[in-house]
Nanobody
Framework: QVQMMESGGGLVQVGGSLRLSCKAS????????MAWFRQAPGKEREGVSC????????EYLSSVKGRFTISRDNAKNTLYLQMDNLKPEDTAMYYC???????????????WGSGTQVTVSS
């Protein structure tokens, strides 16, 4: 059974930083594209960043480029999202996702975590 568990969310002030983690079990992550999505209240879910199975290629939502960094440690089956210079508009529930065959911020990923809340206060 595949499980994906996010952690690291919380309340932070504008300009602060958070590091999200996503621990996967039941799958071998080095075969999977992994990604971070977010959904704010009243808004559609959007892809934030994704990273190829080998970690060599990454893609970012334009509004987070230069502030967020995605990375992965396949030996630990863990995905990360370093978020710096956080803004109020980054407030959302953040979800990790994985898929063996796909890639991109618009792709429908197969496996999902249950989310971790990020709140940025001004």
């Amino acid at each position: 059974q595949v499980q994906m568990m996010e952690s690291g969310g919380g309340l932070v002030q504008v300009g602060g930083s958070l590091r999200l983690s996503c621990k996967a079990s039941g799958l071998t992550t080095d075969l999977y594209t992994m990604a971070w999505f977010r959904q704010a209240p009243g808004k559609e879910r959007e892809g934030v960043s994704c990273i190829s199975s080998d970690g060599d290629t990454a893609e970012y939502l334009s509004s987070v480029k230069g502030r967020f960094t995605i990375s992965r440690d396949n030996a630990k089956n863990t995905l990360y999202l370093q978020m710096d210079n956080l803004k109020p508009e980054d407030t959302a529930m953040y979800y990790c996702a994985a898929d063996m065959g796909g890639y991109g911020l618009e792709y429908e990923y197969q496996y999902w975590g249950s989310g971790t809340q990020v709140t940025v206060s001004s």
